[in-house]
């Protein structure tokens, strides 16, 4: 057998946890866990195997097991002034990718969709299964690792997975302004993150300092501009829509409002009306859900379609 | 087999056959769907090198409902579909097996829609890769994935085959560029997945059906992402005097945290076959080239530049140089793009790997590729993404010479093994369609590829979706219906 | 079927599709079929296996334009043009395309007199709308024709045949741009009556063959260099080394300029004082671009004389025109027309500059204002002349 296929035994012991039958759920650090349905009271909760398996910064790769809190995570690659494109909000890796939202600063990050190499899981079957490949290009076989980015753990339970890491840039800088930005987005090359709350815009730059320092200067060139400690406190609700949605949306179904211009997630005082998958989506989804959980029993009450 | 099935066997086979083209021209237009020999010969074939293709009725649809009606006519007929684009695939993806009908994809291929404010452009799928570039250039926006057959591959062929290129180094795959996608299941469904939003609602099937190979159904609109043009370039060409020495420069540039747009090497032999179409000033005394491409703010990009200099002589680089001009620059990427096709000059036929290895294996890697060569007595030119760890080693050989297709076959089978024992994949871009079908048990386990099957199973649980592909034989829609009573016509 | 290719030749094609997009036919339709890979791989097995050449795959060589673009765009370097003239060579002699009765236009093309009395015929046929649209025989073909007269011994200046009879007053326009050089022109006229490229075209190949020899004996007492301002003929007598494989051709050919090279070659000795305020858009004829390559020479001989030289963003994909194509495939011919009509319009030109007759005429059909380089230079020239003798 080959040497990628082996799996080591703290990921087989997670697996016999799993086991083959009876309802059973995964727990991170629980905070994202009201997303998408509660979980049916009585089901048993296990958590994943923790530990970092391999760091290779000369190749930007990381191979994490899901328990490892993000946080961990991040504090070993920034030895090696690295980083990853998952969001720190006390949760943990395998937690992150499993609900899929992205970080704040999406636009110098990238996506956490785009971070999976290779991912492992456990299966409804009590397998562990393996998908995608150790090294930052891919086209072999089926994406079952994109799949299960954003997943909920309804597909299987992510036990560990290899992530691309990129070079954390030199300078970082919040700044704040009230210009429009629309404009800000437009003017920028790349910029991290630009938020907009209504009335007030941050921007936040990052890169070589000589370049940081020219995209401040463009911005001075068009309005009064203040750097800024932080961002903006997000609101506790989570929109996604079509990035210049936010300049048509009736504001007062949202309440306040933290906008990430140019991506399209909103953080909202309100929540985000439901949003409906087509019939066709909906069909191949619940024969997914059919296919990889046939006897529901992962994460029940946790439902990405209408699988009963 | 049923009554019904013995019944048939005692027609004329042909008698079905004709139904069922009769049925797709009344769906279509007599000219949209052919059925003679030479049409089949043609579309039995892609841009690799598999004979065994058999395609049944070719159709070339216009609209989404004509994709739909193929479908449906096709699923009552229990025939499977295979849908191509340009025909430009090296692993044998959009080659017909058991006689499907083949959708010819070329005809759409409308621009719908460019979205300027919110960075997207809807396309049709027969939309060439290039050509919705140069839509965009004066937009001052570009499509990023850049494959080296960009000016006549389909879009819809890079969501196919998930697509890359070498500015992939910086910007990620076609996946990381399509954002929605307006489908046709196999069993004429229309469904739309991914969104305009960054986290759409869902299970992520754009991600599953993007690299899927025409398995799961055909994509009719794509919405893709569209990135802006950096304000500046850079493009270096660093010469050495071993390939060692180059690999091990990739390397070092990665590892100073450096990530270029685009980190391309060729060897001597194929920097003298593209010298001699493009004359790019190439240096053919070097034996081998790095081709490093960095873009973004100016200074910045002055500061990666000079650092990457510093790094290829310090890893003994005999020379840097850098594009003077657009022209220039435009010249040596025209050069590393047609590198395969140059081949011609040096030998008739070519067989063209794709694998992954890590980087820091590069150099390693190489070493025991150019062993297998000699041992095979073939000649060997490696060009390739080298910032991704992305191998092309051309094999060159002569088919008409007996026993060599055996002999290329077997020295490409033990260059994948290397690769898997460096750790690394079967493909990085050109998918594994029907020439890695074999080896995937290599990298993945029985249990991993039963589970890759149900991914395909809840797109297409016929398995009538370009069958026989991707996974090896064994797993359910890895077979193809035996379709023996299509006759391949006058040129059988 | 033996189609006497070069096996050689043949098999230099690594069926990788970077010629598609190049190819006017398969930007058209998307079609294999009508692509330059895809004949060439119906050409591959009808004559490696053997196999018969079916309707379609004769169809799939005869709507070929034989525009060569895909050439320049094939890193292998496949001589795709001769592959194709030779098929067709092999299927005119088995009588599989181009029926007797399509013959016959072109052995007029090899009788000045003939050819002229039928084109005012046709004139004339065609004011009184005799003629079906489709077959896009232009408007304004001259009724009479001024004579072409020598004005020295420099050079020779091709006049051929369907452009001397109806664009006859590009040659009086190059002639005098010639003589504002300071060379002595000798126009060819009748006794080189045609260059045999539509004939090399069709499939009538030993025809054209008999032409070239001909042109060869009629031009061969002196070594006077030979210029062209067709670019279709330019090609053809270009190509007679390789038509007729003899020392003599090769030594022929090297005699033959396009005239807008020879001009760029003595462009210095122009004293340019006045420009004509136009912008042109240059329409490269494929035979310039593709198969004699000079095409850099008409931008680098206008620009001097006009306020513009624009590009047309299409790589230098084909009109349609393809020498007697558009009238044997109208409706591809018209869609590539489309195609470059699209193009045109998308760049603010006041006049787009072609240097084949072929092409203008195909253009001027879809009613682009179209002009040969010659013609614009010869009226810059004359411009500056006249408020010398106020």
């Given at each position: 057998m080959k040497a990628t296929l082996k799996i080591d035994t703290v990921l087989n012991r997670f697996a016999e946890a799993v086991g083959p039958s009876l309802p059973i759920a995964i727990e991170g650090n629980r905070t994202r866990w009201g997303l998408n349905g509660l979980l049916k009271p009585g089901t048993s909760v296990i958590s994943a195997p923790s530990g970092l398996v391999e760091y290779k910064p000369e190749e930007m790769i990381v191979t994490v097991r899901a328990g490892t809190t993000v946080q961990e995570l991040d504090t070993c690659l920034a030895d090696h002034r690295q980083r990853t494109s998952l969001p720190d909000r006390g949760g943990t890796v395998g937690g992150a990718i499993a609900v899929g939202h992205n970080d704040l600063h999406k636009l110098g990050k990238g996506s956490v969709r785009d971070a999976v190499l290779q991912l492992r899981y456990v299966s409804a079957e009590g397998k562990v299964i393996t998908c995608g490949g150790p090294v930052v290009k891919n086209v072999t076989g089926f994406n079952l690792h994109k799949l299960m980015v954003g997943s909920f753990g309804t597909l299987g339970f992510i036990a560990e997975v290899t992530l691309r890491t990129n070079p954390t840039p030199l300078r970082q800088l919040w700044i704040q302004t009230s210009m429009d930005p629309k404009i800000i987005f437009d003017t920028l090359q790349r910029p991290s993150a630009i938020l907009w709350d209504g009335t007030t815009t941050w921007v936040h730059l990052e890169g070589h300092p000589p370049d940081v320092d020219a995209q401040y200067a463009l911005l001075t060139k068009s309005g009064k501009v203040y750097e800024s400690e932080t961002g903006p406190s997000l609101p506790a609700h989570r929109w996604s829509i079509p990035p210049v949605d936010i300049f048509s949306l009736e504001k007062t179904l949202m309440g306040r409002f933290v906008a990430s211009i140019g991506v399209g997630t909103v953080w909202a005082e309100q929540p985000q009306e439901e949003r409906k998958l087509d019939r066709a989506t909906l069909t191949i989804t619940e024969r997914m859900k059919k296919q990889f959980d046939p006897t529901s029993r992962l994460n029940p009450g946790r439902n990405l379609g209408n699988w009963s | 087999m049923s009554f019904i099935d013995k019944i048939k066997n005692l027609i004329k086979p042909s008698v079905f056959e004709d139904v069922f083209v009769a049925e797709l021209v009344a769906a279509l237009s007599p000219e949209r769907v052919r059925f003679d020999a030479t049409e089949r010969f043609l579309h039995s074939h892609d841009s690799s090198v598999f004979d065994e293709g058999n395609a049944g009725p070719i159709c070339f649809p216009i609209t989404t409902r004509e994709v739909q009606t193929i479908m449906r006519i096709s699923e009552k007929h229990g025939r499977s579909i295979v849908a191509r684009g340009a025909g430009t695939g090296l692993a044998g993806g959009a080659i017909p097996l058991g006689a499907p009908v083949v959708v010819v994809m070329t005809k759409m291929n409308k621009i719908l829609e460019i979205d300027i404010d919110n960075r997207v452009a809807w396309v049709e799928p027969g939309v060439i890769n290039l050509d919705l570039s140069r839509y965009l250039q004066p937009f001052g926006f570009h499509f990023a994935p850049d494959p080296s057959s960009q000016q006549v591959c389909t879009i819809g062929g890079n969501v196919a085959n998930n697509s890359g290129g070498p500015h992939c180094l910086a910007y990620g795959v076609t996946d990381a560029h399509v954002l929605a996608l307006e489908i046709v299941l196999p069993d004429g469904e229309v469904a739309t997945i991914g969104g305009l939003d960054p986290e759409p609602v869902g299970f992520d099937l754009r991600g599953a059906f993007i690299g899927s190979e025409g398995t799961l159904g055909i994509a009719t609109k794509i919405a893709v992402r569209i990135t802006k043009n950096p304000p500046t370039v850079r493009t270096l060409l660093l010469s050495f005097s071993s390939m060692r020495a180059a690999a091990e420069t990739v390397s070092a540039v990665i590892a100073a945290g450096i990530v270029p747009a685009a980190m391309e090497v060729m060897d001597q032999r194929i920097t003298i076959a593209v010298e001699s179409f493009v004359g790019a000033g190439y240096p053919t005394d070097a034996a081998a080239v790095l081709l490093v491409e960095v873009e973004g703010l100016v200074d910045g990009v002055q500061i990666d530049a000079s650092n990457i200099r510093e790094i290829g002589f310090k890893h003994g680089a005999t020379d840097v140089r850098v594009a003077e001009t657009d022209n220039e620059r435009e010249l040596l990427w025209k050069g590393r793009k047609t590198a395969f096709g140059a081949i011609a000059q040096i030998a008739p036929d070519y067989y063209l790997h794709d694998t992954v290895v890590p980087r820091s294996a590069l150099a390693d890697v190489l070493e025991k590729v150019n062993e297998v060569a000699e041992r095979y007595d073939l000649i060997v030119m490696n060009v390739f993404h080298a910032g991704d760890g992305n191998l092309h080693p051309l094999l060159l050989f002569d088919a008409r010479e007996e026993g060599m297709l055996e002999k290329v076959h077997a020295a490409g089978a033990e260059i994948m093994r290397i690769s898997l024992d460096a750790g690394g994949v079967l493909s990085g871009e050109h998918g594994i369609g029907i020439e890695k079908q074999a080896y995937m048990d290599e990298l993945f386990t029985t249990e991993d590829l039963n589970h890759q099957n149900r991914l395909r199973y809840a797109f297409d649980p016929q398995c009538r979706s370009n069958p026989g592909k991707i996974l090896p034989a064994g797993h359910s829609c890895a077979d193809i219906q035996s379709l023996k009573n299509v006759p391949q016509g006058v040129w059988g | 079927m033996d189609l006497k290719l070069d096996s050689e030749e043949l098999n230099t094609c690594v069926h990788c599709g970077l010629c598609l997009p190049h190819c006017p036919t398969f930007r058209i339709t998307g079609e294999e079929a009508l692509s330059p890979r895809g004949r060439i791989r119906l050409m591959q097995e009808i004559q490696t296996n053997d196999q018969m050449v079916t309707?379609?795959?004769?169809?799939?060589?005869?709507?070929?334009?034989?525009?060569?673009?895909?050439?320049?765009?094939?890193?292998?370097?496949?001589?795709?043009?001769?592959?194709?003239?030779?098929?067709?060579?092999?299927?005119?002699?088995?009588?599989?395309?181009?029926?007797?009765?399509?013959?016959?236009?072109?052995?007029?093309?090899?009788?000045?007199?003939?050819?002229?009395?039928?084109?005012?015929?046709?004139?004339?046929?065609?004011?009184?709308?005799?003629?079906?649209?489709?077959?896009?025989?232009?408007?304004?073909?001259?009724?009479?024709?001024?004579?072409?007269?020598?004005?020295?011994?420099?050079?020779?200046?091709?006049?051929?045949?369907?452009?001397?009879?109806?664009?006859?007053?590009?040659?009086?326009?190059?002639?005098?741009?010639?003589?504002?050089?300071?060379?002595?022109?000798?126009?060819?006229?009748?006794?080189?009556?045609?260059?045999?490229?539509?004939?090399?075209?069709?499939?009538?190949?030993?025809?054209?063959?008999?032409?070239?020899?001909?042109?060869?004996?009629?031009?061969?007492?002196?070594?006077?260099?030979?210029?062209?301002?067709?670019?279709?003929?330019?090609?053809?007598?270009?190509?007679?080394?390789?038509?007729?494989?003899?020392?003599?051709?090769?030594?022929?050919?090297?005699?033959?300029?396009?005239?807008?090279?020879?001009?760029?070659?003595?462009?210095?000795?122009?004293?340019?004082?006045?420009?004509?305020?136009?912008?042109?858009?240059?329409?490269?004829?494929?035979?310039?671009?593709?198969?004699?390559?000079?095409?850099?020479?008409?931008?680098?001989?206008?620009?001097?004389?006009?306020?513009?030289?624009?590009?047309?963003?299409?790589?230098?994909?084909?009109?349609?025109?393809?020498?007697?194509?558009?009238?044997?495939?109208?409706?591809?011919?018209?869609?590539?027309?489309?195609?470059?009509?699209?193009?045109?319009?998308?760049?603010?030109?006041?006049?787009?500059?072609?240097?084949?007759?072929?092409?203008?005429?195909?253009?001027?059909?879809?009613?682009?204002?179209?002009?040969?380089?010659?013609?614009?230079?010869?009226?810059?020239?004359?411009?500056?002349?006249?408020?010398?003798?106020?």
């Open positions: - | - | 309707k379609e795959a004769l169809a799939s060589f005869e709507t070929c334009i034989q525009c060569r673009g895909c050439e320049p765009a094939c890193p292998s370097g496949v001589p795709y043009g001769s592959l194709i003239e030779q098929t067709r060579k092999t299927l005119v002699q088995e009588n599989r395309i181009l029926p007797r009765w399509q013959r016959i236009p072109y052995h007029v093309l090899t009788r000045p007199r003939l050819l002229r009395f039928l084109s005012r015929l046709l004139t004339i046929a065609n004011k009184v709308h005799l003629i079906p649209k489709r077959f896009a025989i232009p408007k304004n073909i001259p009724f009479f024709n001024k004579p072409l007269i020598p004005s020295g011994t420099d050079v020779y200046l091709f006049t051929g045949c369907v452009m001397d009879a109806w664009q006859r007053e590009t040659h009086q326009a190059g002639k005098r741009v010639l003589e504002h050089l300071g060379f002595g022109v000798t126009p060819t006229g009748d006794r080189v009556p045609c260059c045999g490229a539509l004939h090399t075209h069709a499939g009538l190949g030993t025809k054209a063959q008999e032409i070239a020899e001909n042109v060869i004996n009629s031009l061969s007492d002196n070594e006077r260099p030979i210029l062209v301002d067709s670019a279709g003929c330019g090609a053809a007598l270009k190509d007679y080394g390789h038509l007729l494989g003899t020392e003599e051709a090769l030594a022929f050919s090297s005699r033959i300029f396009d005239i807008h090279e020879w001009v760029e070659k003595h462009i210095e000795t122009f004293a340019v004082s006045s420009k004509l305020s136009l912008r042109v858009a240059i329409q490269d004829p494929c035979h310039l671009r593709h198969v004699q390559r000079s095409h850099r020479a008409v931008r680098n001989v206008l620009e001097p004389f006009v306020d513009e030289v624009i590009e047309l963003n299409d790589d230098g994909l084909c009109c349609g025109a393809g020498g007697a194509f558009s009238i044997f495939q109208p409706d591809l011919a018209s869609k590539a027309r489309d195609q470059k009509i699209a193009v045109i319009n998308e760049k603010q030109c006041d006049v787009v500059a072609s240097a084949n007759p072929g092409c203008s005429m195909h253009l001027q059909q879809g009613g682009i204002d179209i002009r040969h380089p010659m013609d614009i230079i010869d009226e810059a020239i004359s411009l500056k002349t006249i408020p010398s003798d106020l």
